[in-house]
């Protein structure tokens, strides 16, 4: 079947998807929106959801056309979202598209929240404006992955993040507690970090790590919840992660059923989980089918006295994820398995 769409339509959104990303690590639990402006097939202006509580992107795109002496009159919007038509933290989307004059509005994806569900394109086209749906959906799902999993379940994505050496063991018991792994791959942990709303290990890390768990490396305005798994109450009462300035929870017995504990961090609008935890904290996660995502990073190093991840290929399989990807962080090799 030919395309629906032409080259420069899916440049036009393709370039949307782009600004959106000026967002990433920024505006959760919104999701990552951009907007172009188009007109004579050129592009008079963009916009893009730039921090919580900021402009959405289709407002911002306005504003833009204004601030460059062009007019939106007449234009055609490419938003990677459907356009909101709710009062939020911003007035609806869909009324500043009309006074505008937008004449077409091209969206990428629906918008999954309740409130603002199917709504949006019904009123845009109500008000005359034709709107088609659809250009680079897959694109812009991938981009906005946590929020649609957290409309559609209510809890956040797991991604984990664990660390093996060339034998596949996490940790030297030969050694005091050190880091293995390049400079340049722990930057690339902290900007992961920065992309999740909340970080969570197991006690038995707390003891051996006495982590801080903070996005450090990159810039940041706001720092993930902490999240430790403790049932018999062994956190220690000088540990950093409750002694700084930042917020973490410790989780009780209680809280053994990990579906629960994710069903409480989803009522906070946590909508991604990062896991980082140890064997046993990331084994049960897998063991449970919760993982959605998971970075494997191979290290260089060998342990003296190693200790077993017990992860493999096979084992991520039968989590249900699928190897989808294969990075390089400093002198680490990253395999990225994916629940597709
Ligand atoms: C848009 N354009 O750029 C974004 C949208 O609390 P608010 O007012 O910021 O609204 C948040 C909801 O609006 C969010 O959950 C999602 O449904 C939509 N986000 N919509 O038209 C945007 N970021
Ligand atoms: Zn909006």
């Given at each position: 079947?030919?395309?629906?769409?032409?080259?420069?339509?899916?440049g036009f959104m393709?370039?949307?998807?782009?600004?959106?990303?000026?967002?990433?690590g920024r505006v959760?639990?919104?999701?990552?929106?951009?907007?172009?402006?188009?007109?004579?097939?050129?592009?008079?202006?963009?916009?893009?959801?730039?921090?919580?509580?900021?402009?959405?992107?289709?407002?911002?795109?306005?504003?833009?056309?204004?601030?460059?002496?062009?007019?939106?009159?007449?234009?055609?919007?490419?938003?990677?979202?459907?356009?909101?038509?709710?009062?939020?933290?911003?007035?609806?989307?869909?009324?500043?598209?009309?006074?505008?004059?937008?004449?077409?509005?091209?969206?990428?994806?629906?918008?999954?929240?309740?409130?603002?569900?199917?709504?949006?394109?019904?009123?845009?086209?109500?008000?005359?404006?034709?709107?088609?749906?659809?250009?680079?959906?897959?694109?812009?799902?991938?981009?906005?992955?946590?929020?649609?999993?957290?409309?559609?379940?209510?809890?956040?994505?797991?991604?984990?993040?664990?660390?093996?050496?060339?034998?596949?063991?996490?940790?030297?018991?030969?050694?005091?507690?050190?880091?293995?792994?390049?400079?340049?791959?722990?930057?690339?942990?902290?900007?992961?970090?920065?992309?999740?709303?909340?970080?969570?290990?197991?006690?038995?890390?707390?003891?051996?790590?006495?982590?801080?768990?903070?996005?450090?490396?990159?810039?940041?305005?706001?720092?993930?919840?902490?999240?430790?798994?403790?049932?018999?109450?062994?956190?220690?009462?000088?540990?950093?992660?409750?002694?700084?300035?930042?917020?973490?929870?410790?989780?009780?017995?209680?809280?053994?059923?990990?579906?629960?504990?994710?069903?409480?961090?989803?009522?906070?609008?946590?909508?991604?989980?990062?896991?980082?935890?140890?064997?046993?904290?990331?084994?049960?996660?897998?063991?449970?089918?919760?993982?959605?995502?998971?970075?494997?990073?191979?290290?260089?190093?060998?342990?003296?006295?190693?200790?077993?991840?017990?992860?493999?290929?096979?084992?991520?399989?039968?989590?249900?994820?699928?190897?989808?990807?294969?990075?390089?962080?400093?002198?680490?090799?990253?395999?990225?398995?994916?629940?597709?």
């Amino acid at each position: 079947m030919a395309s629906l769409w032409t080259t420069d339509e899916k440049g036009f959104m393709q370039r949307a998807l782009d600004v959106a990303e000026r967002g990433r690590g920024r505006v959760s639990p919104n999701p990552l929106v951009g907007c172009v402006l188009v007109k004579d097939g050129e592009v008079i202006a963009e916009g893009w959801h730039d921090h919580l509580g900021g402009l959405h992107a289709e407002q911002m795109a306005i504003h833009d056309a204004e601030s460059n002496g062009h007019s939106s009159n007449g234009a055609i919007a490419y938003v990677t979202l459907e356009p909101c038509n709710h009062f939020g933290r911003t007035p609806p989307c869909t009324e500043s598209l009309m006074w505008a004059g937008v004449k077409e509005v091209i969206v990428a994806h629906y918008d999954p929240n309740p409130t603002v569900r199917g709504k949006g394109i019904q009123v845009l086209q109500d008000a005359g404006i034709q709107v088609r749906q659809g250009l680079l959906e897959a694109e812009a799902a991938i981009q906005m992955r946590p929020f649609l999993h957290w409309c559609q379940h209510r809890h956040p994505l797991v991604t984990v993040k664990m660390a093996v050496d060339t034998l596949g063991s996490v940790d030297d018991r030969s050694l005091e507690a050190q880091r293995f792994t390049s400079e340049v791959c722990l930057d690339h942990v902290h900007a992961l970090r920065k992309e999740c709303d909340a970080v969570l290990v197991g006690v038995e890390t707390v003891v051996r790590d006495n982590p801080q768990l903070t996005v450090r490396r990159v810039e940041t305005e706001r720092q993930p919840l902490r999240v430790i798994i403790d049932p018999n109450q062994r956190t220690p009462e000088d540990a950093i992660l409750l002694n700084d300035e930042h917020q973490t929870l410790v989780m009780g017995k209680e809280f053994n059923s990990l579906p629960a504990l994710l069903n409480l961090l989803g009522d906070q609008e946590i909508q991604r989980l990062m896991v980082e935890g140890g064997p046993t904290t990331i084994g049960n996660f897998l063991d449970q089918g919760l993982v959605d995502e998971f970075y494997l990073i191979h290290s260089k190093a060998t342990h003296q006295q190693p200790v077993a991840s017990n992860i493999d290929s096979e084992r991520l399989s039968s989590a249900g994820l699928s190897h989808t990807g294969t990075e390089n962080w400093g002198d680490e090799t990253v395999h990225l398995w994916t629940r597709l």
